[in-house]
Protein backbone atom coordinates (compact mmCIF):
# COMPACT_ATOMS: atom_id res chain seq x y z
CA UNK A 1 0.00 0.00 0.00
CA UNK A 2 1.67 3.37 -0.93
CA UNK A 3 1.28 6.06 1.32
CA UNK A 4 2.18 9.54 -0.95
CA UNK A 5 0.99 12.74 0.38
CA UNK A 6 2.07 14.72 -2.77
CA UNK A 7 -0.82 12.93 -4.24
CA UNK A 8 -3.96 15.41 -4.44
CA UNK A 9 -7.15 14.62 -2.91
CA UNK A 10 -9.68 13.60 -5.43
CA UNK A 11 -11.84 15.95 -3.40
CA UNK A 12 -11.15 18.37 -0.62
CA UNK A 13 -14.42 17.06 1.36
CA UNK A 14 -12.76 13.48 0.93
CA UNK A 15 -11.51 12.17 4.75
CA UNK A 16 -9.61 8.98 3.45
CA UNK A 17 -7.58 11.39 0.78
CA UNK A 18 -7.26 13.62 3.29
CA UNK A 19 -5.98 11.60 5.47
CA UNK A 20 -3.02 10.40 3.63
CA UNK A 21 -1.93 14.31 3.15
CA UNK A 22 -1.69 15.12 6.50
CA UNK A 23 -0.78 11.93 8.48
CA UNK A 24 2.64 10.73 6.78
CA UNK A 25 4.70 12.33 9.47
CA UNK A 26 4.66 11.40 12.97
CA UNK A 27 7.16 12.72 15.29
CA UNK A 28 9.03 10.44 17.96
CA UNK A 29 8.45 12.85 20.44
CA UNK A 30 4.35 12.66 20.12
CA UNK A 31 4.44 8.92 20.07
CA UNK A 32 6.82 8.47 23.37
CA UNK A 33 4.80 11.11 25.16
CA UNK A 34 1.17 11.56 24.54
CA UNK A 35 -1.30 10.76 27.28
CA UNK A 36 -2.99 8.48 24.85
CA UNK A 37 -0.83 5.40 24.61
CA UNK A 38 2.17 6.81 26.84
CA UNK A 39 0.00 6.26 30.23
CA UNK A 40 -0.85 2.71 31.06
CA UNK A 41 -4.30 3.02 32.17
CA UNK A 42 -5.50 5.64 29.20
CA UNK A 43 -4.04 2.80 26.98
CA UNK A 44 -5.77 0.18 28.41
CA UNK A 45 -8.49 1.99 28.75
CA UNK A 46 -7.94 2.53 24.46
CA UNK A 47 -7.31 -0.96 24.18
CA UNK A 48 -10.62 -2.69 25.72
CA UNK A 49 -13.28 -0.30 23.90
CA UNK A 50 -14.06 -0.11 20.79
CA UNK A 51 -12.51 2.75 18.50
CA UNK A 52 -15.71 5.06 17.86
CA UNK A 53 -16.65 8.35 19.45
CA UNK A 54 -18.62 6.83 21.93
CA UNK A 55 -16.14 4.55 23.74
CA UNK A 56 -13.75 7.33 24.02
CA UNK A 57 -15.56 10.16 24.60
CA UNK A 58 -17.40 7.54 27.77
CA UNK A 59 -14.39 6.83 29.28
CA UNK A 60 -13.37 9.59 31.38
CA UNK A 61 -9.65 8.61 31.16
CA UNK A 62 -9.47 8.90 27.15
CA UNK A 63 -11.62 11.81 27.12
CA UNK A 64 -9.04 13.94 29.14
CA UNK A 65 -6.14 12.78 27.42
CA UNK A 66 -7.92 13.71 24.14
CA UNK A 67 -7.23 17.04 25.31
CA UNK A 68 -3.39 16.58 24.61
CA UNK A 69 -2.29 17.25 21.32
CA UNK A 70 0.17 14.81 20.45
CA UNK A 71 -2.61 12.22 21.65
CA UNK A 72 -4.73 13.54 19.16
CA UNK A 73 -1.65 13.35 16.75
CA UNK A 74 -1.24 9.93 17.36
CA UNK A 75 -4.76 8.86 17.39
CA UNK A 76 -4.93 10.41 13.90
CA UNK A 77 -2.13 7.78 13.16
CA UNK A 78 -3.83 4.84 15.53
CA UNK A 79 -7.87 5.89 13.14
CA UNK A 80 -5.70 5.51 9.98
CA UNK A 81 -4.14 2.65 10.39
CA UNK A 82 -6.62 0.34 11.81
CA UNK A 83 -9.95 1.41 10.23
CA UNK A 84 -10.55 1.59 7.02
CA UNK A 85 -11.28 4.16 4.19
CA UNK A 86 -14.52 5.49 4.20
CA UNK A 87 -14.56 5.18 7.70
CA UNK A 88 -13.31 6.52 10.73
CA UNK A 89 -14.59 8.70 13.80
CA UNK A 90 -14.92 12.71 14.48
CA UNK A 91 -14.87 13.34 18.53
CA UNK A 92 -15.54 16.57 20.61
CA UNK A 93 -12.47 17.87 22.33
CA UNK A 94 -13.37 21.32 23.78
CA UNK A 95 -15.52 22.32 22.24
CA UNK A 96 -14.26 21.44 18.61
CA UNK A 97 -14.96 18.78 16.03
CA UNK A 98 -11.93 16.54 15.29
CA UNK A 99 -12.10 14.20 12.48
CA UNK A 100 -9.99 10.90 12.45
CA UNK A 101 -10.42 9.11 9.58
CA UNK A 102 -9.61 5.33 8.52
CA UNK A 103 -7.24 4.36 5.63
CA UNK A 104 -5.44 0.92 5.68
CA UNK A 105 -8.38 -1.19 7.66
CA UNK A 106 -5.88 -3.48 9.78
CA UNK A 107 -8.08 -3.81 12.50
CA UNK A 108 -11.67 -3.10 11.42
CA UNK A 109 -13.48 -4.98 13.69
CA UNK A 110 -12.46 -2.47 16.87
CA UNK A 111 -14.09 0.38 15.34
CA UNK A 112 -17.53 -2.06 15.77
CA UNK A 113 -19.69 -1.34 18.05
CA UNK A 114 -18.18 -3.87 21.20
CA UNK A 115 -15.06 -3.91 19.60
CA UNK A 116 -11.93 -4.44 20.93
CA UNK A 117 -7.67 -4.01 20.04
CA UNK A 118 -6.75 -7.81 20.76
CA UNK A 119 -3.09 -9.04 20.50
CA UNK A 120 -3.19 -9.17 17.22
CA UNK A 121 -5.21 -5.73 16.47
CA UNK A 122 -2.36 -4.21 19.06
CA UNK A 123 0.76 -5.95 16.88
CA UNK A 124 -0.61 -5.08 13.22
CA UNK A 125 -1.70 -1.24 14.35
CA UNK A 126 2.07 -0.86 16.59
CA UNK A 127 3.83 -1.88 13.30
CA UNK A 128 1.89 0.04 10.98
CA UNK A 129 1.96 3.42 13.44
CA UNK A 130 6.01 3.07 14.42
CA UNK A 131 6.38 2.62 10.40
CA UNK A 132 5.50 5.99 10.01
CA UNK A 133 7.75 7.97 12.46
CA UNK A 134 9.73 11.00 10.74
CA UNK A 135 12.76 12.73 12.70
CA UNK A 136 12.28 15.39 10.84
CA UNK A 137 8.14 16.27 10.59
CA UNK A 138 8.45 15.78 7.18
CA UNK A 139 5.98 13.97 4.77
CA UNK A 140 7.57 11.48 2.81
CA UNK A 141 5.83 9.22 0.53
CA UNK A 142 6.21 5.54 1.35
CA UNK A 143 4.96 1.85 0.51
CA UNK A 144 3.86 0.11 3.66
CA UNK A 145 3.94 -3.62 2.80
CA UNK A 146 3.38 -6.99 5.26
CA UNK A 147 1.40 -10.10 5.36
CA UNK A 148 -1.67 -8.53 5.00
CA UNK A 149 -4.41 -8.39 2.07
CA UNK A 150 -4.44 -4.61 3.14
CA UNK A 151 -0.73 -4.03 2.38
CA UNK A 152 -0.55 -5.96 -0.78
CA UNK A 153 1.72 -4.22 -3.16
CA UNK A 154 1.24 -4.53 -7.14
CA UNK A 155 3.75 -4.59 -9.63
CA UNK A 156 3.56 -0.95 -10.27
CA UNK A 157 4.14 -0.21 -6.94
CA UNK A 158 6.96 -2.07 -6.68
CA UNK A 159 8.42 -0.79 -9.64
CA UNK A 160 8.21 3.04 -8.06
CA UNK A 161 9.07 1.90 -4.47
CA UNK A 162 11.96 -0.62 -5.09
CA UNK A 163 14.66 0.37 -2.34
CA UNK A 164 13.83 -1.32 1.03
CA UNK A 165 13.95 0.49 4.25
CA UNK A 166 13.52 -1.19 7.42
CA UNK A 167 10.85 -3.25 8.92
CA UNK A 168 9.07 -2.08 11.91
CA UNK A 169 6.70 -3.26 14.83
CA UNK A 170 6.44 -3.54 18.35
CA UNK A 171 3.64 -2.58 20.92
CA UNK A 172 2.49 1.04 21.55
CA UNK A 173 0.21 0.40 23.83
CA UNK A 174 2.36 -1.66 26.45
CA UNK A 175 3.16 -0.32 29.70
CA UNK A 176 6.65 0.53 28.32
CA UNK A 177 5.88 1.28 24.56
CA UNK A 178 8.58 -1.30 22.49
CA UNK A 179 8.89 0.79 19.55
CA UNK A 180 11.62 -1.86 17.01
CA UNK A 181 13.61 -1.75 13.78
CA UNK A 182 15.36 -4.40 11.93
CA UNK A 183 17.70 -3.18 9.08
CA UNK A 184 17.80 -5.37 5.40
CA UNK A 185 21.01 -6.61 4.40
CA UNK A 186 21.68 -3.85 2.47
CA UNK A 187 20.88 -1.06 5.48
CA UNK A 188 22.99 0.81 7.53
CA UNK A 189 20.95 3.95 9.07
CA UNK A 190 17.41 4.65 8.97
CA UNK A 191 17.30 8.65 8.21
CA UNK A 192 13.76 9.04 7.85
CA UNK A 193 12.86 7.74 11.30
CA UNK A 194 16.03 8.30 13.30
CA UNK A 195 17.85 10.77 11.88
CA UNK A 196 21.32 10.93 12.37
CA UNK A 197 22.24 8.58 14.52
CA UNK A 198 20.68 5.04 15.28
CA UNK A 199 22.29 5.70 19.27
CA UNK A 200 19.60 8.14 20.38
CA UNK A 201 16.75 6.94 18.15
CA UNK A 202 13.06 6.53 19.74
CA UNK A 203 13.25 3.24 18.06
CA UNK A 204 15.17 0.22 19.09
CA UNK A 205 16.97 -0.92 15.61
CA UNK A 206 17.68 -4.57 17.18
CA UNK A 207 19.95 -5.94 14.17
CA UNK A 208 19.56 -7.70 10.50
CA UNK A 209 16.18 -8.47 9.60
CA UNK A 210 17.79 -11.83 8.37
CA UNK A 211 18.34 -12.49 12.18
CA UNK A 212 15.57 -11.49 13.71
CA UNK A 213 12.59 -12.59 11.09
CA UNK A 214 11.29 -15.44 8.97
CA UNK A 215 12.26 -15.46 5.77
CA UNK A 216 10.69 -12.35 3.10
CA UNK A 217 7.72 -12.54 1.54
CA UNK A 218 7.57 -12.40 -2.29
CA UNK A 219 7.12 -8.37 -1.78
CA UNK A 220 10.23 -8.05 0.35
CA UNK A 221 8.52 -7.37 3.36
CA UNK A 222 9.54 -9.87 6.14
CA UNK A 223 7.38 -11.32 8.68
CA UNK A 224 7.22 -12.15 12.49
CA UNK A 225 10.24 -10.01 13.71
CA UNK A 226 11.65 -10.40 16.64
CA UNK A 227 12.90 -7.22 18.99
CA UNK A 228 15.45 -6.78 21.64
CA UNK A 229 14.60 -6.17 25.73
CA UNK A 230 16.82 -6.04 28.60
CA UNK A 231 17.34 -8.81 31.29
CA UNK A 232 18.18 -8.04 34.77
CA UNK A 233 21.78 -6.87 34.22
CA UNK A 234 20.63 -4.53 31.29
CA UNK A 235 22.09 -6.80 28.23
CA UNK A 236 19.83 -6.83 25.29
CA UNK A 237 18.35 -10.52 24.06
CA UNK A 238 16.40 -11.42 21.41
CA UNK A 239 12.40 -12.11 22.11
CA UNK A 240 11.42 -15.39 22.14
CA UNK A 241 7.90 -14.76 20.94
CA UNK A 242 7.80 -12.92 17.30
CA UNK A 243 5.60 -9.78 16.58
CA UNK A 244 3.33 -10.56 13.98
CA UNK A 245 2.43 -7.42 12.57
CA UNK A 246 5.54 -6.48 11.27
CA UNK A 247 5.22 -3.52 8.40
CA UNK A 248 8.41 -3.09 5.80
CA UNK A 249 8.76 0.50 4.66
CA UNK A 250 9.96 0.82 1.06
CA UNK A 251 10.71 4.06 -0.41
CA UNK A 252 11.31 5.55 -3.93
Known sequence: MALDPEAPAEDAGDAASQGVLTNNA????????????????????????????????????????????????????IAGCALPSGDGLTIAVDGDELSFPGELGLAASWGEEGGACDDACRSWVSGCVIARLNYFGHRVSISVRGDRAELRADKVE?????????????????????????????????????????????????????????????????????????????????EKTPHPGAVTVFVR
Open 26 to 77: LTSNALTSNALTAEALTSKALTSNALTAEALSGNALTAEALRDPAARTVLRY
Open 158 to 238: RAAYPTREATYYGDIFAQQGRYFACLPPEGSSLTRACGPSLETCAILVAGSCDSLCDEPNSDGSFPNCRGKVPTRTGKLVV
